[in-house]
């Protein structure tokens, strides 16, 4: 669903963006100019439909209950450019991983890959597991090829900080 359809008939909500801004400590979107070096740096940018700098824009204006339930906010590839390029200090970065909680708390539609990089990482430390690789010379090895070590696999007290950290608002 795109962010027109959800905001056609939107309305500003100053109590989320409040809890928005509440889970921000720190960080002064109020302060962001709208320079863009956000937007220009910007990985993910042809990908997007807003621009992050539209969507601090929305976020301090109260248009906050539409973000969550649309793709937006999964499109973000968590580059950290924004964060590096912003003089404000008003990282759309921060801003998209608490919309991103907040869809979580609304169990709202999340993509499946991401679902599936949190199950791998409890079962094997990882966010991806190990792949076989192809050489130059058209051979496909993998660690143990290579004479890497064996990767092992996280303890138990690993999975239970992760489940912490998961269930942290």
Known sequence: MSLIDLMSMAKPNQESRDKILARLKGK??????QCMKCTSGCTALKLLELKPNEIIKLVNLGFVDELPSSDIIWTCVTCLKCVE????KASPYHV???LRNLAVEKEAKVPEGFLKAVSEILETGLAEPPQKIVTR????VDRTCLRLPKIKSPKGSFQAVFMKAMEEK
Not at 28 to 33: D, G, Q, S
Not at 85 to 88: G, K
Request: glycine share 0%; net charge neutral.
């Open 137 to 140: 010379k058209m051979e496909t």
């Open 96 to 98: 998209i991983m608490a």
């Open 85 to 88: 390029r912003c003089p404000q």
């Open 28 to 33: 002064e979107l109020v302060n962001c100019f």
